[in-house]
């Protein structure tokens, strides 16, 4: 299933950070920091599926060296607390191979960005998830400042410091995915709205009478799946630690994972829902067509409502929603938090040894 996530993240001096180092790590090279007098190296990693620079139209060829591209930009910068770069971190579909991932994030970094006149550098990552498979993501780090003349301009781009342009931003990135989506001919899409927002659209269309019965249903369900908290982050360090059973979150993101697991069956379950549902529209087209009094008593017997409430009340159904109590879960899981956070308040010195240090995915 495609997975929507689009952050924007600033690199700034005033964190301790350099966007020298940064570039090396993302890129899993070595690259020398001018003003630091210090190489960054993180050629050990080597699991980079991508590395490229998307720069505006004409640009001058050094902005395609890395090194040179990313102390420019910082010796740029006078403020010892300079924002030096900034960071778009999205989540790239498994629907998609590798070209095709490729192709999207390099689209979406020339239209969106290098259109403006700034400088892209691209990272592709693909490391395993916890259900085996790949957890494809790019790393799209931004120069702060467009080109002009051949150098930095004087002032800077503040598209993605307000709201209402990280909002755009994220909103053209759920549309560049499902294009790459439609293209490939995948039934799945994503969605840059919160749960909450989605769910509202879902309600509204399912209470639409001018919309039709089949689409209603289908927006009943949506609704009904889409009812639910945002799912917790388990980044690498914390899935590391919640495989060996080690630190005070552990229970915690083990629940969470179960949770992860819970609502990938509900969304199994949905789909074969969906093909009973269309088996019995056709069935009542057929009655329609032979017996259309009887059609016509039974489509006034069993609205759209009673309809659905048959079918999520069904045996099966019932004995799924008691595997997939998803509310019961999330429950768990609070309460677990709340204990960890308890446990973390009381614990000694050496407890404190387990924490991961984290790492940036």
């Known amino acids: 299933m495609a997975i929507y ?27 020398h920091d001018q003003r ?28 395609h060296d890395r090194e040179r591209l990313w102390n420019a930009a910082d010796a740029a910068e006078k403020r010892k607390d300079a924002r030096t770069a900034k960071e778009v971190l999205v989540a790239l579909p498994r629907e998609l191979n590798t070209a095709e991932q490729a192709s999207l994030v390099r689209e979406f970094a020339r ?6 006149g700034l400088v892209a550098d691209i990272a592709i990552h693909a490391p395993k998830a916890q259900d085996g498979e790949t957890q494809p993501h790019a790393h799209i780090m931004l120069t702060t400042r467009p080109l002009e003349n051949g150098n930095f301009a004087k002032g ?14 994220r909103e053209r990135w759920a ?14 899409r994503v969605d840059h709205r919160s749960l909450a927002d989605q769910r509202q659209a879902a309600l509204a269309a399912a209470e639409n009478p001018a919309q039709p019965e089949p689409d209603r249903i289908r927006a009943a369900a949506r609704a009904m799946e889409l009812d639910r908290a945002p799912e917790p982050k388990i980044g690498p360090v914390a899935m590391q630690m919640a495989r060996q059973g080690r630190g005070t979150r552990a229970y915690a993101l083990r629940d969470a994972m179960q949770v992860r697991q819970d609502r990938g069956m509900l969304r199994t379950m949905s789909r074969s829902w969906e093909q009973v549902r269309q088996a019995g529209s056709n069935l009542m087209q057929t009655m329609r067509e032979r017996l259309p009094g009887l059609a016509s008593v039974l489509r006034q017997a069993l ?59």
């Open 5 to 31: 996530r689009c952050e924007i993240k600033n690199i700034s001096r005033g964190q301790g950070r350099s966007c020298v180092a940064a570039a090396a790590y993302r890129h899993r090279t070595r690259l």
């Open 36 to 63: 630091q007098e210090l190489d960054h190296a993180y050629t050990h990693k080597g699991d980079v599926e991508l590395s490229e620079i998307v720069a505006p139209e004409a640009a001058p060829e050094w902005v």
């Open 111 to 116: 239209a969106e960005f290098a259109s403006k």
């Open 156 to 169: 800077k781009d503040y598209s993605l410091d307000k709201p209402p342009g990280i909002e755009a931003i």
């Open 175 to 188: 549309t560049h995915c499902n294009r790459a989506l439609e293209r490939v001919r995948s039934p799945e």
């Open 303 to 361: 609205p759209l409502p009673s309809a659905l409430i048959a079918a999520t009340t069904s045996p099966d159904m019932q004995r799924a929603t008691q595997m997939l109590d998803m509310r019961a879960a999330e429950k768990i899981l609070k309460t677990r938090e709340h204990e960890n956070q308890q446990r973390q308040q009381q614990r000694t010195p050496d407890q404190g040894r387990e924490r991961g240090r984290g790492i940036e995915m």
